[in-house]
């Protein structure tokens, strides 16, 4: 008899006739013997029409207002579903994040979770309940309500498996688990069945869209094994876990890519102490994200300042380039919306020299230009032209083996 | 410099453009330097759309649950009103029933407000906000969500006029204010200035929808003024007040019908100690609301027993009654439901005598047969067939000179 944590997104319970569903699958956990917490999201396509609305009464929406509406969403489908488990003959109860309670801190629309009080949800547990609680939301000091961004709802269900000490959490989604490349782009693309908390937080950080990094985050300071599924199969999905031997034997779990930036060079800038800061303060003054950012020094005391921005914010940082490169005497602002990043990710990394070498050589092969490149301890990523992006993601697809079983079943 | 609570309902918040148009009425009196505290109903259309989701998933849906999705139509409206207030560069704050915090029993749909906390909101009045409360929800001593039933708005805002002291409440609707009669029965129909508590109280039971009856118990406890105008439109509405001399002097304030019941005689039933309970208990026990009773004793110890109830529960009401009719050793049920109940009210009937002798004589004269009659000190109702409703409305209109101005505007 285990504790387990289901979350459920948006698709999963986008009308009555799924929710159904959805609850039926949670009654089979429970008529196992299982205590199960499930945690929902708003139906799919409501929160859209929220922020639809909103921006009709104000055009920036009051961030505090626009958590009261947006936190209604999964108001109802708790509800919903506890009604479906009830009508079905077993005991279901949900809760609110104010209810339950789950403590935030107070930067609406993307807000953290500091706390969760676990004692009601136990006490409903004991009582033979199938616990509902709505994902995505919690409540400030102030006893305002927050919540905590897109794909808040894998947070707060990783959040409330780790304070409920449960003994694990599926997360459950419109694909069936986390793949060694992206299989729209290349049908070699292999399904992982185990992979490191570290692996995964790379992947998403790289634009893997299966799990919120947030949540990946959680899971790995609390050891809180997840498990990525589909709510449409009963086939079995990724394991996000503690790293392990077997792990680290594997050089390479997957295969990314980034479509969503841009790259700006600033050339020959003078080389003087505090120029990175002269040049970067104004932009992310102007709430841009800076992603990647490289410096060539050239001979002498010129440097190539390169960086990437996300493409929506490309326009506007080119705009506050311009005015920065003539204020510090630079010789002139290159950029191009059309690069893409590639990245390998893996914990076997760290062990072996030459993975990254081995990328460059297979790039080079396929005759690809790298523009730029950043490296951590378990991933490199290269810049290239974007349309390059689909024969760079195949060609280390197969240079790395991925579509192998690499890791024995267990 | 006066303290206000205005409520506006379902339809006046259907839609952005109709929150917009509200949300200025509301800084014009701001504007002027009054205190606003607005209560919102949910936008028309929503309430249905939930009660018709959850029947699709319980087909009695759990009532603790249908609290927590109705109570998430609000919440949105006074949301969106606060941004419309704020993109107008005025300040304004959302608050929810559990919030606020409006105590109520724990009578989940229909539940009873115990209790206001009143300090919240008068912290944000003394900061200069327009404070918008969600209406119609509160929330019980185990922190749940809890919803007042149909109307229930209306009671918020009175109890929160009541529990803040406001100078008076105003109740936004889509007619003009009280009226004499149904003006979509008779023209000639009057909007009534001032009437007090207990007149409409009266009119509230009789079917008269303008106001919840329960928001007018509470104005008539702590003395509220209520003003009950339209939303549409700028005109004076009808103030709902403490009876006053000039009231008095009014015999009848108005008129009103109700069709929305149903007639059963029990005759020739053993007139035993006891009969009128084994007669109603399992009616009652039934969950059916039994309105006016008569009883008329025969000659003998035989006695005719006869009731109205809700006209969609005259099938169920009559099933139960020819069963206890045997068991008692009754002669036979008769039933009808074609009638109507038409009735008088008015402060004044307290010190004249021979109101219902006219009421009665206006009908016989219409040729209109009477078959129940009750009375209660401000009220007299009359069971009539339903074919004659809007006749028998017409003529008593006429007779007490309700289209006149009986009473001058102040």
């Known amino acids: 008899m285990a504790l387990i944590v289901q979350k459920f997104g948006g698709t999963?319970?986008?009308?009555?006739?799924?929710?159904?569903?959805?609850?039926?699958?949670?009654?089979?956990?429970?008529?196992?013997?299982?205590?199960?917490?499930?945690?929902?999201?708003?139906?799919?396509?409501?929160?859209?029409?929220?922020?639809?609305?909103?921006?009709?009464?104000?055009?920036?929406?009051?961030?505090?207002?626009?958590?009261?509406?947006?936190?209604?969403?999964?108001?109802?489908?708790?509800?919903?579903?506890?009604?479906?488990?009830?009508?079905?003959?077993?005991?279901?109860?949900?809760?609110?994040?104010?209810?339950?309670?789950?403590?935030?801190?107070?930067?609406?629309?993307?807000?953290?979770?500091?706390?969760?009080?676990?004692?009601?949800?136990?006490?409903?547990?004991?009582?033979?309940?199938?616990?509902?609680?709505?994902?995505?939301?919690?409540?400030?000091?102030?006893n305002d309500i927050?919540?905590?961004?897109?794909?808040?709802?894998?947070?707060?269900?990783?959040?409330?498996?780790?304070?409920?000490?449960?003994?694990?959490?599926?997360?459950?989604?419109?694909?069936?688990?986390?793949?060694?490349?992206?299989?729209?782009?290349?049908?070699?693309?292999?399904?992982?069945?185990?992979?490191?908390?570290?692996?995964?937080?790379?992947?998403?950080?790289?634009?893997?869209?299966?799990?919120?990094?947030?949540?990946?985050?959680?899971?790995?300071?609390?050891?809180?094994?997840?498990?990525?599924?589909?709510?449409?199969?009963?086939?079995?999905?990724?394991?996000?876990?503690k790293e392990d031997k077997e792990m680290e034997d594997m050089l390479v779990s997957g295969v990314t890519y980034n479509k969503n930036e841009a790259r700006i060079t600033i050339a020959k800038v003078p080389d003087t102490p505090g120029i990175a800061s002269k040049i970067f303060w104004p932009i992310s003054d102007a709430g841009i994200v800076v992603d990647m950012i490289i410096q060539n020094t050239r001979a002498g005391e010129l440097t190539d300042m390169t960086f990437t921005v996300p493409k929506t914010d490309y326009d506007r940082a080119m705009e506050l380039v311009e005015k920065i490169a003539q204020e510090i005497g630079a010789e002139r602002v290159t950029g191009s919306r059309d690069i893409a990043k590639i990245s390998i990710v893996g914990v076997g990394m760290r062990n072996h020299s030459g993975i990254a070498t081995t990328m460059f050589q297979v790039l080079s092969n396929e005759r690809i230009n790298i523009s730029m490149i950043s490296t951590s301890e378990i991933k490199v990523s290269c810049v290239i032209d974007e349309k390059y992006t689909e024969l760079a993601v195949r060609a280390l697809h197969d240079a790395f083996a991925l579509e192998m079983e690499n890791v024995p079943d267990e």
């Open 146 to 241: 927050t919540t905590l961004g897109r794909g808040g709802s894998d947070t707060s269900a990783v959040a409330l498996a780790a304070a409920l000490k449960a003994d694990y959490c599926e997360i459950f989604t419109d694909v069936e688990g986390v793949y060694t490349t992206d299989p729209n782009i290349y049908k070699a693309a292999r399904k992982i069945d185990r992979i490191s908390y570290d692996e995964m937080l790379e992947l998403a950080s790289l634009g893997a869209k299966v799990l919120d990094i947030r949540s990946v985050g959680f899971a790995k300071r609390y050891n809180v094994p997840i498990h990525v599924r589909s709510t449409f199969t009963d086939t079995k999905g990724t394991w996000v876990v």
């Open 12 to 142: 999963s319970v986008a009308d009555p006739r799924k929710i159904k569903a959805v609850a039926g699958r949670v009654m089979a956990y429970h008529d196992k013997g299982h205590r199960m917490i499930v945690v929902l999201s708003a139906m799919a396509g409501e929160t859209n029409r929220f922020i639809d609305l909103a921006q009709q009464m104000q055009k920036m929406p009051d961030p505090r207002e626009m958590d009261v509406i947006l936190s209604s969403g999964e108001q109802v489908t708790v509800a919903l579903f506890a009604m479906a488990i009830k009508e079905a003959g077993l005991d279901a109860i949900s809760f609110l994040g104010d209810q339950v309670k789950i403590s935030t801190d107070s930067m609406h629309t993307k807000a953290r979770i500091k706390n969760i009080d676990t004692e009601l949800i136990q006490k409903h547990l004991d009582e033979g309940k199938i616990v509902v609680v709505a994902g995505f939301q919690g409540v400030d000091e102030n």
